[in-house]
């Protein structure tokens, strides 16, 4: 399930580069760029959401890979890092039994508070609410 939310996500990827508002032409290193980021995220998102890690994997400077990202998309790198915890959290909560609780920590949060503040800026309802929805 997670694979398949997961190509979904890379699908809308694809859709919004390719329908964006003014057409560009990117550099083929600046493609390549952004798509070995988004091969980075699935395995690292958990554990490392700060734009220094990928940029330190894809040997460029956390200004350059921010700047491509942002060129090609037009949202940030923390941007699609918090959409994948959101995705994570969402599947996890709908799929699993696991306790709120359990949840962040599986995802790395500080505590159960910063997960369902997280949660709530991003969803617009705390994860207790969405579970029962």
Known sequence: MLRLLYSAFLLD??????????????????????LEFIRLLPNNFVEHRDIGFYAGKLCVTTIYLSRIVRQITGRTVLDYINQMLLMEALWQLQHTSKTIVQIAEALHFADHASFCRFFKRLKGISPKEYRRG
């Open 13 to 34: 990827l694809l859709d919004i580069q390719q329908c964006s508002i003014t057409p560009h032409r990117f550099s083929e290193r600046a493609e390549e760029l952004f």
